[in-house]
Every structure is written in C-alpha cells, then in structure tokens.
C-alpha cells in the first residue's frame, strides 16, 4: 500500500510518500510545495493544484492521510489554509485516491505512542521507522512522513477486524 | 463585461452571471450548485469543481465577483466553506478569470446606496436593476446576482480613475 501524507498550508504543503507491507515502512519521496509570498492568492492554489496533480500522477499513491484542521487565533490564516487543503483534497479525489484525516494527537500516539509526545520525538520516530538517516527537511516534510506512518498502522489495526476493508 | 458572481459555500453554491455594458446590467444565468448532504466531503469538493469547471467553459465570464469569507461561530462549517471556497478560486484562476472579493456591505452598498440596508431590499433592488420579473431563487443565486451588479459598479468607478484597467 503506497501512502501519501499530507501537511497541509498555502506557503509550504509538506507531502511524503510511504510503501506500507503492512509490517514495514519504505520512504518514497517526500518534500514540500512552496508558493511565493507576494503572489496573488488564486496563483497560490493553482500552483498547489498543478503540484499535488503532479504528485499524485507520479507516484499514484492508494490513499491520502491528511491533517485535521483545527482553527487557531489567526482567522486569516485559518481560512487560507483551509482553502488550501480544499485544494489538496480535490487533486487526490479526481485521482481516485482514498482519503482519511488524523488529529496531531492520532498521530503522535501512532508514531511515539504517546499523546503527549514532543515534536522532536515524533519527528525521531518517524526518522527510525523510515530508516532515514536524517530527520527529513524541511519539518513540513517530516510531519507528512509521520502521517504515512499513522494511516499504516492505523489501517493495520483495522484491516485486522475488518478482514481486509479499508476504513471509510 | 461577463461577470460571475459566486456566493460561495458547500452545500449551496449560488451563482449568477450578467453582462455589463458600462451601464445596464442584462441577466444571463443564474442558479446554485447543490452537494447532497451525507455524501463524503471530498465527493461534495469535486462535484461543486466540475459544476464550476462547466459553468466557467460554458459562459466565459471575464471576471468573478465572490464574497469575502467571515468566520462565525460555527468553526466546523467555516471550515468546510472555506475548503469549497478554495475549489471556486482554483476553477477561476484555471479559465483565467480575474477573481474580486466584496464583502457583503460593499454590496449593499453598491446596489443599494446603503451599507446597512435589509437583505429583503438588496434582492429587490437586484431583481429592478436586472429587469427580472421575481426576485431569483434560491437566495444564494440572487446574492450572487448582487455581487455581480456590485463588481460593475466598482469596476465602473476604477475604469473611469484608471483609463480602462481593472484594478487587481
């Protein structure tokens, strides 16, 4: 099972590709999309768009794992980062990719196993399991690494009690 | 001048579309995009980019007026319509459209003359300046008719300051 995890942002979008055996972890590729400060909002998306359709016609990923939003102070940036992950959301479902959102806290207890577990933590679990040698740049890049690695296990479990189904 | 003007969400996407000679307003379409509650949200996404995509290739407007987005106290729904908002802006910026943001006092402003005017009045107006017979249904198409007459008159005024060019 190929997994493409997603951070989602208007700035960067921090994307990571895993195969899962449903044992092991093997890094594909991961990375950032990156649009310009300064550029009008619309060119932003579209650059997001033409990126993760890129993305998703390479390495035709089986499903997505996506990060929940959660709205913080900033209202502004809330909503452009949700109209971001619109976006993102579209690419994977005109590519027939399955898609499953995960809280931070979903993802540290998968990682580390612990809720409460610090960044650098879940950032060096993500690094073992990959077997990477380095904990992957830019930290966007690594965030959507640790999705890969939540959705596996979390579809492990699952796939357990639901002889092989995938959880909707 | 084709304007489109899109009052946007994800259950209920209002459109309208009218052109504009410099001074009258002519209707040509409007209506809304509905997404069936209960499907899965990123079937919702797709289903308001394809409608979008086709209204986009069928009509060619030049521009498109879209209301600005609040949050209210609803995080959850300002989230998700911030997420379908981000599928207009893309379908947009992909047919090359110019897209203009109103708030909905601007509008009010613009069709009625006054900021705090009565959602009742701004229809009525709407329909007057339109020449239509009732006043559109659903609300949704017929605030997207108001925005595309607040777009003509803001255009108007920036045409005659700027010799012709749109402002951006």
Not at 24 to 40: K, Q, R, S
């Amino acid at each position: 099972m190929r997994i493409l995890g997603i951070d989602p942002g208007y700035a960067i979008v921090g994307f990571g590709i895993s195969d899962y055996t449903g044992k092991n972890f093997m890094p594909v590729e991961y990375g950032a999309i990156l649009t310009e400060a300064g550029t009008d909002f619309p060119e932003r998306l579209k650059a997001i768009a033409d990126d993760m359709d890129f993305i998703c016609e390479r390495y035709m990923p089986d499903c997505m794992a996506i990060e929940k939003l959660f709205f913080t102070n900033n209202q502004k940036t809330g909503i452009d980062v949700a109209q971001a992950r619109g976006i993102i959301l579209l690419s994977a479902v005109r590519h027939n990719i399955s898609i499953y959102e995960y809280t931070p806290l979903q993802v540290k207890q998968a990682v580390v196993g612990y809720g409460k577990a610090e960044k650098k933590q879940v950032m060096d679990m993500t690094r073992r399991i990959l077997k990477l040698e380095q904990i992957p740049k830019p930290d966007d890049a690594a965030d959507a690494l640790a999705l890969t690695i939540c959705h596996g296990h979390c579809c492990k479990g699952v796939s357990i009690k639901n002889a092989g189904q995938e959880k909707k």
